[in-house]
């Protein structure tokens, strides 16, 4: 018994011994990366150019360009390059000059010190010292967005005016011999059923297949349209006859017909029997034809759906 609390009571002093000379080797090892990340080193890694602001209608033909830096910084500085690929901005407004064939970016170590790294880094070289981005020319047109969607309103519901998309174009770049094959771009199609509030639907463009060579402006436009609770009218209007034969005197009858038409309840008051003109045209008649076709001529565009209730009016001629 006395034995084996012995042995236990030396296995645990022997146990923090290595505790306390694992703790030490860990300070040890921490203060050596702090020391050495501490000091300056100089070495050269690639950047990965990054264009940006290329003006529309011009495409970079040069797609991946690389440049080659020294730079001599400490250590804690280095570990950022090491671990994410560092990048160069290249701003085509104003760090590139253009010619004939390319854009050329020609900029000091200074500049790149001034503009693209801190204080605490010193560039010692740059390779290549000049880069010239080969270009192309694109073609830039606005296309209009036609709808192929379908929207079918709750009983009593409709729109109020027209159903728009928001945008209703869209800006395509790419080369002329691609873009000048797009006539105008169309939206998924989609059915929207059960609509009774103002509708702001999202939409996806289908776009050609060469989509990854040309640039789109957008790539979802929203279907709007003001829905509202609408209500059934129906207003008696004169009938009017024209073309009449020369010299003759023309009864007809019904003098009136009545239209049916479809309004929202705020321009309800707002349709007057002055907004609709209901016309028969001699001229429009068969020669086997023995009455007239009313015709509906004018209506309001607040009104929807609006037609005539009678389909033929009965005359006769008497000189």
Same mark, same amino acid.
């Given at each position: ?5 012995k ?22 090892? !921490? ?87 801190d ?9 290549p010292?000049?880069?010239?981005f ?30 728009? !998309?928001? *945008? ?39 776009? *050609? ?37 020369k010299?003759?005197? !023309? ?23 002055k ?6 045209d ?5 020669d ?11 209506? *309001? ?19």
């Amino acid at each position: 018994m006395l034995n084996t609390l012995k042995s236990k009571l030396l296995s645990s002093i022997k146990n923090k011994r290595i505790n306390v000379f694992l703790l030490f080797l860990l300070f040890a090892f !921490v203060i050596l990366i702090i020391s050495k990340l501490s000091k300056s080193y100089t070495d050269t890694i690639p950047f990965k150019v990054e264009k940006v602001k290329i003006p529309q209608e011009y495409v970079i033909l040069d797609d991946s360009v690389t440049m080659n830096i020294t730079l001599k910084t400490h250590g804690f500085r280095w570990l950022k390059y090491y671990f994410t690929q560092p990048k160069v901005t290249v701003d085509f407004s104003k760090d590139v000059q253009k010619n004939d064939q390319a854009f050329v970016y020609n900029k000091t170590k200074a500049y790149l010190n001034n503009t693209q790294f801190d204080k605490e880094v010193e560039i010692l070289n740059i390779s290549p010292d000049k880069i010239a981005f080969r270009y192309g020319v694109n073609l830039v047109k606005k296309v209009p967005v036609k709808i192929k969607a379908e929207v079918h309103y709750a009983l009593g519901f409709n729109t109020s005016d027209e159903i728009r !998309v928001e *945008p209703d174009s869209v800006v395509v770049v790419g080369p002329d011999v691609l873009v000048s094959k797009i006539k105008y771009l169309e939206t998924e199609a989609k059915q929207i059923n059960e609509v009774r509030t103002h509708l702001n639907q999202p939409l996806k463009l289908k776009f *050609p297949e060469n989509k990854s060579e040309v640039q789109y402006s957008v790539s979802q436009v929203n279907l709007k349209a003001n829905v509202e609770k609408f209500t059934e009218g129906t207003l008696k209007i004169p009938v009017k006859v024209i073309n009449t034969p020369k010299n003759s005197v !023309v009864n007809y009858f019904p003098k009136a017909v009545s239209v049916s038409y479809f309004v929202s309840l705020n321009n309800f008051e707002r349709i007057t029997k002055k907004d609709f003109e209901v016309v028969c045209d001699f001229e429009k008649m068969h020669d086997d034809q023995n009455f007239l076709m009313p015709e509906l001529v004018k209506a *309001p565009e607040l009104a929807k759906h609006s037609k005539i209730s009678q389909q033929r009016i009965e005359f006769i001629i008497t000189k």
